[in-house]
Nanobody
């Protein structure tokens, strides 16, 4: 069982930065691939970024590539999402998620139904 709690959301002006954190419980955090998703009002929850388990390789949605960076600290059981050059269209509730599937194609991690655990989310609002 893994419990996830996000923090670091807030209100920021366009062009600004935020760093989201996701703290995980459990001793097996390092064996989970960790992803970030977001959901804007009236829209589907969409993939943002993933960091794999063994390789630490990362993959991003086209909409955030080059602006967002996902990282993890296994000693602290925490995954981060550094968000730079924020745009109003980045406004959403951001969720972290965990899956224990490790030997799968990258596309597997972009599907929200393939994750086992989710946090409650943190609101990010970007003003123009």
């Amino acid at each position: 069982q893994v419990q996830l709690v996000e923090s670091g959301g807030g209100l920021v002006q366009a062009g600004g930065s935020l760093r989201l954190s996701c703290a995980a419980s459990g001793r097996t955090f390092s064996s989970y691939a960790m992803g970030w998703f977001r959901q804007a009002p009236g829209k589907e929850r969409e993939f943002v970024a993933i960091i794999r388990v063994r390789s630490g390789r990362t993959y991003y949605a086209d909409s955030v590539e080059g602006r967002f960076t996902i990282s993890r600290d296994n000693a602290e059981n925490t995954v981060y999402l550094q968000m730079n050059s924020l745009k109003p269209e980045d406004t959403a509730v951001y969720y972290c998620a965990a899956t224990n599937k490790v030997n799968v194609a990258t596309n597997y991690y972009t599907q929200r139904g393939n994750y086992d655990y989710w946090g409650p989310g943190t609101q990010v609002t970007v003003s123009s």
